[in-house]
């Protein structure tokens, strides 16, 4: 992906993960009663603080917060965009 975007400092370009579609018992979820995606794939990261390197890389699938970021729409996809003390933890794959 070559999207022509850089964060600054310690914010993290994240794509959210499709909402969940169906429930474990096979009941299909309303697009109106959908819960907002809280997992995503980390598209850029910017340099980090001075003093605090980011953890997160390019790549890694992580987990935030329900309410975390902004929201941002780049190429015809949305994207959010967050300080990465919003990321809650890595998925390893």
């Given at each position: 992906m070559a999207l022509?975007?850089?964060p600054l400092a310690d914010r993290v370009l994240v794509e959210p993960m499709e909402a969940e579609t169906t429930t474990a018992s096979g009941i299909i979820i309303p697009d109106?009663?959908?819960?907002?995606?809280q997992k995503g794939k980390v598209i850029a990261i910017g340099s980090g603080k001075k003093d605090e390197p980011l953890t997160?890389?390019?790549g890694d699938t992580v987990l935030y917060g329900k309410y975390s970021g902004t929201e941002?729409?780049?190429?015809?996809?949305d994207y959010l965009m967050m300080r990465e003390s919003?990321?809650?933890?890595i998925i390893p794959a």
């Open positions: 022509k975007i850089k109106n009663a959908k819960e907002k995606p997160v890389k390019v941002l729409k780049l190429e015809g996809k919003d990321i809650l933890a």
